[in-house]
């Protein structure tokens, strides 16, 4: 069975200090692992996914599979990146469909 | 812009009634899902569906039931809502292969009284 754990409901930093949001996951086979985010009165949205290796808004993050992490970081934390963050994982498809898990989520606050 | 719109942001529902949340999408994908979200749970799948008159069920579907009828809409039925479903419930949809790329509803958050 696939699992992703966020170990921090509430993360608070201020701005401008580095932020690391944490997301473990168990799964056998090879994983796809995404962030979504959800700013407040937004709708839920993919924010960014592994395979990309991409940076958005700042964030970036890295698969670790020896220590199964996708911890999501940003060197200076903006007020505006203040908003409710989810890991996902699911299978590598291949063409095949395979359904997202999430994880229970982190309330970031950035405070002024 | 993908639009996933449910018909309704504030629903309050008694106890043993039936209740129907609706969510249409414009972009022709094939995927539809329907989560509930909670504080401290994250979210939680209860139902997809990957065609017309298609259904599979997810993480926790007991006490619920959904149709698919047309490709567009995907319906999430209560069939006697109880205390326990007063939720946040999200709809979702994407294209067949691309399951990780899920455009959100605004949400229906559901209180049963």
């Known amino acids: 069975a696939q699992r992703v754990t966020q170990p921090e409901k509430l993360l608070s930093v201020f701005k401008g200090a580095p932020v690391e949001l944490k997301c473990n996951y168990s799964?056998?086979?090879?994983?796809?692992l995404f962030w979504y985010v959800q700013y407040s009165r937004q709708r839920l949205q993919l924010l960014l996914r592994?395979?990309s290796r991409e940076s958005i808004k700042g964030f970036t993050a890295d698969l670790n599979k020896g220590e199964t992490s996708f911890h999501l970081k940003k060197p200076f934390a903006q007020e505006e990146d203040s908003a409710m963050y989810y890991c996902?994982?699911?299978?590598?498809?291949?063409?095949?469909?395979?359904?997202?898990?999430f994880g229970k989520g982190t309330l970031l606050t950035v405070n002024p | 812009d993908v639009k996933v719109t449910q018909s309704s942001r504030y629903l309050v529902k008694r106890t043993g009634e039936k209740v129907f949340l609706e969510c249409v999408q414009d972009?022709?994908?094939?995927?539809m899902f329907w989560y509930r979200q909670d504080p401290g749970l994250g979210l939680r799948l209860i139902y997809f569906s990957y065609d017309v008159k298609m259904k599979e069920k997810g993480d926790i579907p007991e006490g619920y039931s959904v149709s698919r009828e047309k490709k567009e809409r995907f319906s999430l039925i209560l069939e006697s809502a109880s205390t326990n479903q007063t939720s946040m419930y999200l709809c979702?949809?994407?294209?067949?292969?691309?399951?990780?790329?899920?455009?959100f509803g605004s949400g229906t958050q559901l209180s049963v009284l």
């Open positions: 972009m022709d994908h094939e995927n």
């Open positions: 979702a949809s994407s294209f067949l292969g691309e399951d990780e790329k899920l455009f």
């Open positions: 592994h395979i």
């Open positions: 996902a994982l699911t299978r590598v498809s291949g063409g095949s469909n395979y359904k997202l898990t």
């Open positions: 799964y056998s086979g090879s994983p796809e």
